[in-house]
């Protein structure tokens, strides 16, 4: 069974521009969550989906946002880039949701410059 | 403001000894808590977990405590083996409504040393 695929790994942009990041769950799976980790702040949750829509949202500004797809694969943007957004930004899938066991992506490290 | 907080950032045990992690919580909503390791270049891995209908909790080499009334709890790794060495996250769960959130401290970091 396949696990939880993000892409891309690394990406690099400069303050101003919007990034869009990708995560393809677990056959199966219909809840996603993001998170973000930067050094000394832990992961921070963003946002949680299922089935297509946001159950739950973190306290993030409104710069960042998502949406997930129909076959549950989901898609985090964030708009206007800050350097504070340099980080690791993390997807899980589960079945039902963030009660249960989570699966983790291995992330993808975003750099602002 | 800091819900779950590891206040160790970091960790050091022999290879055989105990290694004990501690998380503290201050929301009293919090009803089902987890612990994830982390090595780096991967994504977190789900360790164990406990609800707060529970004190302990126990898988092989794994033992998570939950003390409610301090609101705290431990990670038991009894015996660290040198692949232990990780960050270990610990999370904590509580219900809005319907709405359920995942809120995680800042991690420890262990080194079991040979």
């Known amino acids: 069974k396949a696990g939880v695929t993000q892409t891309p790994r690394y990406l690099i942009k400069t303050r101003g521009q919007q990034v869009t990041l990708s995560c393809s769950p677990i056959?199966?799976?219909?809840?996603v969550s993001w998170y973000q980790q930067t050094p000394g702040q832990g992961l921070q949750f963003l946002f949680e989906y299922f089935s297509e829509t946001q159950r739950n949202k973190g306290n993030f500004p409104g710069r960042f946002s998502g949406r997930q797809f129909s076959n549950s694969r989901s898609e985090m943007n964030v708009s206007t880039l800050e350097l504070g957004d340099s980080a690791l930004y993390l997807c899980?899938?589960?079945?039902?949701?963030?009660?249960?066991?989570?699966?983790f992506g291995s992330g993808t490290q975003l750099s602002v410059l | 403001d800091q819900q779950v907080k590891q206040n160790s950032p970091s960790l050091s045990v022999q290879e055989g000894r105990i290694s004990i992690l501690n998380c503290d919580y201050t929301n009293s909503m919090f009803d089902y808590f987890l612990w994830y390791k982390k090595y780096p270049a991967e994504g977190p891995t789900f360790l164990i977990s406990i609800s707060s209908i529970k004190d302990k909790n126990e898988d092989g080499r794994f033992t998570v405590f939950l003390n409610k009334s301090a609101k705290h709890l431990s990670l038991h790794i009894v015996p660290s083996q040198p692949g232990d060495s990780a960050v270990y996250f610990c999370a904590a769960e509580g219900h809005t409504g319907t709405a359920s959130k995942l809120t995680f401290g800042t991690g420890t970091r262990l080194q079991v040393t040979l």
């Open positions: 056959s199966g799976h219909r809840s």
């Open positions: 899980a899938s589960s079945l039902w949701g963030v009660r249960e066991k989570l699966f």
